[in-house]
């Protein structure tokens, strides 16, 4: 999903359209918050254990939910900073 929206996002270079991009960010929005939900259950663990992270890796996995709410506000942002 990210790789179609990193190609979405190229094509937008060309395609310069106010509905695209509104429609770009909300998909960048709905992947990041998706993004956020699977790597909190691999965090915390639950019923499905095939992505849970180990105990030496809750650094990592803390740097990879902080960069998934980072890039979730980032889109909220520019979803909502367009004039």
Do not use: P
């Amino acid at each position: 999903m990210l790789w179609s929206l990193l190609i979405f996002g190229m094509l937008m270079i060309w395609l310069r359209s106010r509905a695209l991009f509104t429609f770009y960010c909300w998909l960048g929005a709905l992947l990041f918050s998706f993004y956020i939900v699977i790597d909190t259950q691999a965090i915390i663990g639950g019923k499905h254990r095939a992505g849970v992270f180990g105990e030496d890796e809750y650094i990592a996995a803390a740097l990879n939910l902080y960069i998934d709410i980072v890039q979730l506000f980032m889109y909220i942002l520019r979803l909502v900073g367009r004039k």
